[in-house]
């Protein structure tokens, strides 16, 4: 077993709760501490499900770390993942021009691999051919159901989908 090459998923994670962290809830649609809480969570999750499915560990967990981040920095909750492609590419240009420090650049090519799934990522019912939109899709119905949140339909069928795969039966 070869340790995971998740480098540069833990550096953009570390850029943006700097960042973050110091920001106040006025006029936010959720809470701060909740947004940080879930940006770290469902990155694990999204590197065990890479693990499971075959993904890029790396990959999938840069697009959990930014999927969100259109109701951080936009303070958006509706049309949150259609709206966050000037999001996700400026947290890229400041991870790429400083934030990475010796770590290697994120490429154009897997740029648009992370909008591909953050941007669709709120159509819960919505199946396609992407996996790292459906990777996204499961593991922020995941996050949120191990978190105790109401997951119910869509969220549902994908949590007890990805439960069943790895064995656990959950009904
Ligand atoms: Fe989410």
Redesign the pocket.
């Known amino acids: 077993m070869n340790n995971l090459e998740i480098k540069r998923a833990n550096r953009m994670m570390l850029m943006l709760f700097s960042e973050w962290k110091g920001h106040g809830n006025e006029g936010r649609p959720l809470k701060i501490e909740w947004n940080i809480m879930?940006m770290f969570t469902?990155s694990q999750l999204a590197k065990l499900y890479a693990l499971k499915k075959g993904l890029d560990p790396e990959i999938c967990a840069l697009i959990a770390v930014l999927?969100?981040i259109a109701v951080v920095e936009g303070k958006f909750r509706e049309n949150h993942d259609g709206l966050a492609t000037e999001y996700v590419k400026g947290a890229i240009k400041r991870y790429n021009e400083g934030g990475r420090y010796k770590l290697e650049p994120i490429t154009e090519k897997e740029t648009e691999t992370i909008l591909s799934a953050v941007v669709v990522h709120g159509y819960k019912s919505d199946y396609s051919d992407n996996p790292y939109a459906e990777m996204i899709k499961d593991v922020?119905s995941l996050d949120a159901y191990l978190h105790g949140l109401d997951t119910q339909k869509d969220r549902h069928i994908r949590v007890s989908g990805f439960l069943e795969e790895i064995g656990i039966d959950n009904e």
Do not use: I
């Open positions: 879930h469902s999927h969100d922020d």
